[in-house]
């Protein structure tokens, strides 16, 4: 193993850490779809009377609403400017398949929902007037280049053509009926 997977591997390992600490003491598998909230939002607090079964949903609300959310706010505004933790690495192929995995089934939080005219207005206005420069058309013009949305029948995803091979059942194109 080398250094840079070691040192992967360790912040995974301490990034889940809770929830180890969770199974172990209600002897039983977190469900897809769950998180482990730290009731004390001390996330170095792993003592398991500290750690509740959420779903993620209701996770997700309880950090980012108007009573309960100041401190994602705060982490927000006091993570400005700084380089991610993360930058630079990528998840592994299975990561990220059992993360689609563990949304399967679930109603997204914004289906059925419209913005208001007046937020319509303010999106139209934030983007008014905004112009890429040429140099920025280029890049973004060069990223997307060798790329393509491919499909085994239920499930799509994108490649990059020129490092990646079209895999065995898979063709280009997207499922009809999926919005990405």
């Not at 180890?20 to 792993?46: A, S, T, Y």
């Not at 491919?150 to 065995?168: A, F, K, M, Q, W």
Request: aromatic share 6%; hydrophobic share 25%; net charge positive.
């Amino acid at each position: 193993m080398t250094k840079q997977e070691q040192v992967k591997q360790a912040i995974k390992n301490e990034a889940r850490k809770h929830r180890r600490v969770w199974m172990d003491f209600w002897q039983e598998l977190i469900p897809k779809g769950f998180d482990i909230h730290h009731k004390d939002h001390n996330h170095k607090n792993n003592d398991p009377l500290n750690l509740e079964l959420m779903t993620h949903e209701d996770h997700t609300k309880y950090h980012w609403s108007k009573d309960g959310g100041e401190k994602g706010r705060k982490i927000s505004k006091s993570n400005k400017g700084k380089t991610p933790w993360n930058k630079g690495l990528s998840a592994t192929a299975e990561a990220c398949q059992h993360q689609s995995d563990s949304h399967k089934g679930q109603t997204p939080w914004n289906k059925g929902k419209t913005h208001s005219e007046e937020a319509k207005r303010k999106i139209s206005a934030a983007g008014m007037g905004r112009i890429c420069s040429d140099e920025t058309k280029a890049k973004m013009s060069k990223a997307r280049k060798g790329r393509a949305w491919i499909t085994d029948g239920i499930t799509n995803r994108r490649i990059n053509l020129e490092e990646e091979s079209l895999p065995e059942g898979w063709r280009t194109g997207r499922t009809i009926g999926k919005k990405w």
